[in-house]
């Protein structure tokens, strides 16, 4: 189902990290950024990223779509797909930041990257790899 970058099973997740996207801060960079999370419930949680003067507190659209799917209650494996949309050229993944935070909710996580015309799959173990999860400490 989100094996094929092209599935249908991919635009809510591609609608919601659009229209996140579009309400993005970001009046230093202007580079907007719209992230879009399913959950194994179903639910789909979007984010933008949100700039500020004290830049390296900005928050990133991938790490804002997952506060709110946790505020939801969304808990470790409860992950199923996630999109991240921008308006560039060339393709842009999470940051490191961002891949730590979702691997700790699910290391297998197939991430769709997309702009107006190219889509890309990755699955987060392949962004990350060799990743530190508190699986380690259990």
């Known amino acids: 189902m989100f094996d094929d970058p092209q599935s249908p099973a991919w635009t809510p997740l591609l609608n919601a990290?659009?229209?996140?996207?579009?309400?993005?801060h970001a009046p230093y960079s202007r580079f907007q950024v719209g992230a879009a999370l399913l959950t194994s419930s179903g639910a789909v949680f979007g984010g933008c990223n949100v700039e500020n003067a004290a830049y390296p507190v900005c928050l990133c659209a991938e790490r804002g779509a997952l506060s709110a799917?946790?505020?939801?209650?969304?808990?470790?494996?409860?992950?199923?797909?996630a999109v991240v949309v921008t308006d560039v050229a060339e393709l842009t993944p999470p940051c490191g930041a961002c891949r730590q935070a979702l691997v700790e909710f699910a290391k297998e996580l197939p991430v769709l990257l997309a702009n107006r015309q190219v889509r890309q799959l990755h699955r987060?173990?392949?962004l990350l790899p060799h990743s530190f999860t508190s699986e380690q400490f259990r």
């Not at 990290?17 to 993005?24: Q, T």
């Open 69 to 81: 799917a946790v505020a939801a209650g969304l808990r470790p494996g409860g992950l199923v797909a």
């Open 17 to 24: 990290a659009w229209k996140a996207r579009d309400h993005a």
């Open 124 to 126: 987060l173990e392949n």
